[in-house]
């Protein structure tokens, strides 16, 4: 066993430098995955904030769907941030006809829940995951989690609706933790890896 | 858990957010929701709807304006991406009624005719986020001081040629790079010569950045032209005539997203530029009757 996971984050598109600037800041390098090549050299990913529909369009493109829901199948760690999130997802609601999803955990999304980006919002949110202190959520365009399955855990609610969400190793937020300064979502996210890579070794 | 009341819109940080979800996409000008379709199809990570790409606006002359909201609106029902949609420079009117249309970015262009030579728009008085155009740090930066969420390179729009953008992008990438190295004393004379806010300058010396995204616009047709501009520094690309104003839109607007994704990857694209047919047609910045990149203050 790798003693330190190698942690990468999908760099086709959207907020993929913020996330790594966020795992820097709490000193974890991290590894761009844009091929099939990329993705084999990973341990974790990091699935960013970007546009859902792009997003699955370039994964189709670059050859990394197929090669992507194999490791999600396997229980790779990952964490989703809004279209990651999206990508995550069980069912998509409101998006394209010809739009994929990986199915990694058993949420129904909708997107662009909130409105547009005229109604882009941020707001201190109750996580009890992440402490006892709010933190600070920036919502673009975000979706919104309609229905979670058995197994998955609820660690934020917006107006009654789940914003942060957890089954097994994957983790996925509907805001974007990368855009503040606070780190506590992927310590949270590093803390995940710790305790899976453990029970692999 | 509990349920959070306090909801803020408008803000800076959701601006330059969504400015940040782009990033590394490419943003398509469409005249038709039928257009907006194939890019969105193509992969454009937004689509910027207006009622002329800049070729025909260069070759038509008069005065070019925000489009009809009943077609802007045609192209936000017909995509579930972005939508961006052009306001004359300081033309805050057009503005303030394209963000009551509900599109998600404003762009201040100087591909619109100016409706003031003094002025641009007081974007912080928006809850919608502004682009701007620049070809200088100087010009950036005064966009940013009046809130400008993204910043693109303006090159020269409808030409078809890169040459300006390359020139735009290593003018303020270049500076950038120079101003990291000043010391304290030199910051103040760079905020004078760039006629910029000096706490903007301050805070690119001490990041070696811009604080908001740097797109690059203005003559980008091919997509070895989108990996020039993605290597020189770029975050991602508008493409505004180059893929309607080509032979095949929909292979062409695939094939400049594919290289944009993968700008790194000579291989990857060498294969996106197989098989295209003709380009848009170009034209030679010293042919120019107007030269979009002047307006702008």
Redesign the interface.
Known sequence: MNPTPRVGVL????????HQRSLAALGVPSLEV?TPGDLGNVDALVIP???S??LW??LG??GLVEPLGERLAAGMPTLGT??GLILLASDVR???SDQGWFSAIDISVR??AFG?????????????ALGPE?FH?????APLVEHVGPNVE???????GPVAVREGPVLATAF?PE??GDTRVHRLFMDVLATRTGQVG | MSDSPSHVTGTTRVKRGMAEMLKGGVIMDVVTPEQAKIAEDAGAVAVMALERVPADIRAEGGVARMSDPDMITGIVEAVTIPVMAKARIGHFAEAQVLQSLGVDFVDESEVLTPADEAHHIDKWAFDVPFVCGATNLGEALRRIGEGAAMIRSKGEAGTGNIVEAVRHLRSILGDIRRLTVADDAEIFDWAKRLAAPLPLVQEVASTGRLPVPMFCAGGIATPADASLVMQLGAEAVFVGSGIFKSDDPARRAVAIVDATTNFGDPGVVAKASRGLGEAMPGLEIGTLSTTFADRGW
């Open positions: 760099a086709l598109q959207g907020a993929f430098g913020a844009r904030g970007g546009e529909t792009t369009h370039l493109v670059n809004c279209a409101d998006g394209r997107r662009n547009r980006q005229i109604d882009s919002f941020e707001c201190d949110l109750a996580v009890p709010d959520a920036v919502f673009i365009r609820v660690l934020a609610a917006v107006d009654g974007h855009l503040t």
